[in-house]
């Protein structure tokens, strides 16, 4: 079953198209990759997904229904689009503490997604001291927070170190077994790669190429595959 759909998704800022006529669907259970250089409209389709954008034309959904619709969306949808939105003269775990009580999650909890995220040690050091690498686990531990069954990330992987990688790798393929649905946007192809199941191009907005990544890659390479897709421009 799909848990993302988007159906002929547009949305212009002004004269500029982020995104035209995209349809594509996310599979329950699996790691998808919304792929596309800078500019794509990655950010912009998964803005319009969580209701934070209005779509000029088209709709996407979530488990079958608009963002909006959804009861307890913490429950069902874990989102991180950027790792700013912290209080950084609090710990780590005040902050996740007050996006608990906001939507009345039990504290256990709070302790339960630090450790997922392997943010213990660090959980009472104030939030402005840690590293992008710890900012990012803080936020996804935020996104965990409700247990959600689907899983956004607007590039998680940025201004990570290699370990850092390796870990958020390890960290996805484990809720993906878990039987969580992950979307999440890149455009580090060589690191996707290794990543994800599924893959979904856009550029200039527009879909390129939707399909498992055996079918995208075949032999060869993600970037190889990309700039196949890409050659002569999209437009
Ligand atoms: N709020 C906005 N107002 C005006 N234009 C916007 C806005 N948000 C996005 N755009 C434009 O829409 C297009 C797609 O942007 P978007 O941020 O969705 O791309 P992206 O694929 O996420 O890129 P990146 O890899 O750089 O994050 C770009 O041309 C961008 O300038
Ligand atoms: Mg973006």
Known sequence: MAAIEFLDLGKKYGKVRSVRKLTASITEGKITGLLGPNGAGKSTSLRCLLGLAKPTSGEAKILGVHYKELKNPL???????????????LTGKQNLKVMAAAAKIPDA?????????????????????????????LSLAGALLGNPKVLILDEPANGLDPIGIAWLRGFLRTLANEGKTILVSSHQLA?????????????????MAQGSMKEIIGEGTLEDAFLKLTAGGAR
Do not use: P
């Open 191 to 207: 690191e996707m790669q290794s990543t994800v199941d599924d893959v979904i191009i856009i550029n200039h907005g527009m879909l």
């Open 75 to 89: 429950t069902q949808i874990g989102a991180v689009l950027d790792s700013r939105g912290f209080h950084g003269g």
């Open 109 to 137: 909890r709070v302790d339960e997604v630090l450790k997922l995220v392997d943010l213990e040690a660090a959980a009472n050091k104030k939030a402005k001291g840690y590293s992008l690498g710890m900012k990012q686990r």
